[in-house]
């Protein structure tokens, strides 16, 4: 979109929110060098999906194995009320894995996660991290890591967080983001759900 001048812009297409100049378009107006020009305003929103599965059937932990962790985004709490414009969806419900496929590169995504892990014995370690990208070009990104030391038998909770990822490159956008979890002994995992917060490049 050209430059245009701020004076050049109609009074009746602008409104402040938050102190930036909005259009009834929903474009923001930004200035650059002394000219302004509406660029479109970011892309933001969450999306929570809540598992309906794991606490009707928990998930057993095989001792220091990764295992995936399942949602089928069909529990009561899954609100897509307030997805971003023009994404309908983040997660492969079939799955559980992250789909990053509606986004573009320079997008990021902030992850609120919220699952259980009950060990079998006292003193277990738990590992959590996303998978990324896929073949030659897949890496793993830790979340956390903790000792389970209050004793076996209890339901742990995750740490929930805020976990960032961003679409750097294709790699990371065209594969899934798979959350995975390892325990050190034998257990079992629920899952709530994972809330998700789209923040779109400006």
């Known amino acids: 979109m050209a430059d245009i001048q701020h004076k050049d812009v109609p009074e009746s297409h602008m409104h402040d929110v938050k102190g930036a100049t909005v259009s009834t378009e929903g474009q923001i107006l930004k200035s650059t060098g002394g000219a302004s020009a509406w660029v479109d305003a970011p892309n933001i929103g969450p999306i929570d999906y809540n598992d309906s599965t794991t606490n009707i059937t928990p998930i057993p932990l095989t001792p220091n194995t990764w295992t995936d962790v399942p949602n089928n985004g069909g529990g009561a709490f899954t609100n897509l009320t307030y997805a971003p414009t023009d994404v309908t969806s983040l997660l492969d419900t079939t799955t559980g894995y992250l789909d990053f496929s509606q986004l573009e590169l320079g997008d990021s995504v902030i992850i609120r996660i919220d699952f259980k892990v009950t060990p079998n014995v006292n003193n277990a370690g738990l590992e959590c991290r996303y998978v990324l990208g896929d073949g030659a070009g897949e890496y793993a990104l830790s979340v956390f890591e903790k000792r389970l030391d209050r004793g076996s038998g209890i339901p742990y909770d ?21 959350l995975q979890v390892k325990l050190s002994s034998t257990g079992s995992l629920t899952n709530a759900g994972l809330a998700i917060l789209l923040v779109g490049k400006i």
């Open 158 to 178: 995750s740490d929930k967080g805020s976990f960032l990822i961003y679409m750097g490159d294709t790699n990371t956008r065209d594969n899934p983001g798979k």
